[in-house]
């Protein structure tokens, strides 16, 4: 597993001095992380609702390995929104976790949306989609026209 060292000057303040070890979790970890602040219907399945704060704080928090001898990071320090840790240590903290955990932008980006504006979950390919991608275009009932399609040259090498 890959681990990265970050030695913090006072820049965040002194209570934040001094040496931290992240390491990789594993996939599992990872995905039980996602799930445990994450909520879906009951019946679709899709996303209704995603606390990225709190998953990405208990990611940091999986992932610190080592730190400072006065413990100056928690989950409950990373979690506060009034006694917590600062903007730019917190941002830090998460750029370093994200490259180790390999976590995409694509992720990052599902994580990040608000669940309400749209649905965070992708749909399966559908034949129309397979058709459109250059798939194998099953033949259509007599009763229904094949779409056109002026890409449909492009598709062909």
Same mark, same amino acid.
């Given at each position: 597993?890959?681990?990265?060292?970050? /030695?913090?000057?006072?820049?965040? !303040?002194? /209570?934040?001095? !001094?040496?931290?070890? #992240?390491? /990789?979790? &594993? *996939?599992?970890? @990872?995905? @039980?992380?996602?799930?445990?602040? &994450?909520?879906? $219907?009951?019946?679709?399945?899709?996303?209704? +609702?995603?606390?990225?704060? =709190?998953?990405?704080?208990? &990611?940091? *928090? =999986?992932?610190?390995?080592?730190?400072?001898? $006065?413990?100056?990071?928690?989950?409950?320090?990373?979690?506060?929104?009034?006694?917590?840790?600062?903007?730019?240590?917190?941002?830090?903290? +998460?750029?370093?976790?994200?490259?180790?955990?390999?976590?995409?932008?694509?992720?990052?980006? #599902?994580?990040?949306? %608000?669940?309400?504006?749209?649905?965070?979950?992708?749909?399966?390919?559908?034949?129309?989609?397979?058709?459109?991608? !250059? !798939? $194998?275009? %099953?033949?259509?009932?007599?009763?229904?026209?094949? %779409?056109?399609?002026?890409?449909?040259?492009?598709?062909?090498?």
């Amino acid at each position: 597993m890959q681990s990265e060292v970050l /030695e913090l000057d006072e820049r965040f !303040g002194e /209570e934040f001095e !001094g040496r931290y070890v #992240f390491q /990789e979790i &594993t *996939w599992a970890k @990872r995905s @039980r992380i996602i799930q445990k602040y &994450t909520k879906y $219907h009951a019946i679709s399945g899709q996303v209704t +609702s995603s606390d990225y704060i =709190a998953i990405q704080a208990e &990611t940091i *928090w =999986a992932s610190l390995k080592e730190q400072p001898p $006065h413990k100056p990071v928690s989950l409950e320090k990373l979690l506060s929104e009034d006694d917590g840790i600062p903007i730019g240590l917190g941002e830090l903290f +998460s750029q370093i976790v994200n490259k180790l955990c390999t976590v995409t932008v694509e992720e990052n980006r #599902f994580l990040s949306e %608000p669940s309400e504006d749209k649905s965070q979950t992708q749909s399966s390919q559908t034949s129309a989609s397979a058709r459109s991608s !250059g !798939g $194998h275009q %099953p033949k259509l009932p007599s009763n229904q026209q094949k %779409p056109s399609s002026s890409s449909s040259s492009s598709l062909t090498s």
